[in-house]
């Protein structure tokens, strides 16, 4: 990467899980009890997002996690980010809310469908809080969950290797939550970077100029950043950023 790279860039989106904090949910459901257990970002990656915005540049998060999650994730720097949740469903912004797609009649039934397999299966670990998307954690994939899926024709389901998200098939991705957070920012596609590392961020850096990947065994980008010892993939983008920007003063 090289300042040239750089020169169109206003925006840098970021997935979460294996990007900016280490990858896995903990999760336990007991009846109506539901006990969540994730990552937190680092104080160095903090400070690091606090420099981008010093330096102008617009950051993003997209995730298929809820709001609510992503807020307690991300706490530390809520003044000097936008959040992209439940895979392009909606669009957080400095406390205001924009929808981009209402799911509701699409996923009421499935829900109650999949809650029903799950009091049998010892599989199924529970139900992530969602929204607009039904998340459902297992210990493996499970073909019954597939199934129960395809009998709604306008959904469809993905396995990201702890869970299945199962949302509206092309109206509930992470390319259309960047394609309308680039309407809230009033940007085109050569001013967006995006980095993700799972199957599911596929179209998200296909929707961005400058595609970035963390994990070539999954996913393909313009580069490769990969997770490394201690160092997130998200932190060495960051350094290299940073450097070039304080070479070009």
């Known amino acids: 990467m090289s300042k040239e790279d750089l020169s169109k860039i206003k925006m840098i989106v970021f997935d979460v899980d294996g990007v900016i904090v280490p990858r896995g949910t903990k999760i336990k459901q007991v009846g109506n009890t539901t006990t969540l257990q994730t990552k937190i970002i680092a104080r160095k990656q903090i400070e690091q997002i606090k420099e981008l915005h010093k330096k102008g540049f617009l950051i993003n998060i997209s995730s298929g996690r809820g709001l609510y999650m992503l807020q307690e994730m991300f706490r530390g720097i809520l003044p000097f980010i936008s959040l992209t ?25 499935m829900f109650f ?28 994939k499970l073909k019954e969950i597939e199934q129960i899926v395809k009998t709604e024709k306008s ?11 199962v949302l509206i098939k092309k109206d509930q991705t992470k ?19 995006a980095i993700g590392d799972n199957y599911n961020d596929h179209e998200l850096l296909q929707a961005s100029g ?21 160092f997130l993939p998200a932190d060495k983008l960051m350094q290299k950023i940073l450097l070039l920007k304080e070479d070009a003063i």
């Open 210 to 230: 400058t595609p970035i990947s963390a994990d070539q065994t999954r996913i393909k980008g313009k580069f490769h950043v990969p997770l490394k010892g201690k």
């Open 113 to 140: 469908k999949l809650k029903k397999i799950a009091t049998k299966n010892k599989n199924i670990k529970g139900f992530e809080p969602k929204e607009f998307i039904i998340t459902i954690h297992c210990t493996k």
């Open 155 to 165: 959904l469809t389901t993905h396995w990201n290797g702890e869970a299945y998200d």
């Open 175 to 193: 390319a259309v939550g960047l394609r309308q957070v680039m309407k809230i920012f009033k940007l085109k596609k050569e001013n967006v970077m």
């Open 85 to 109: 949740y439940e895979c392009g469903s909606a669009t957080w912004y400095k406390g205001k809310i924009y929808q981009h797609v209402n799911s509701f009649k699409h996923l009421q039934g």
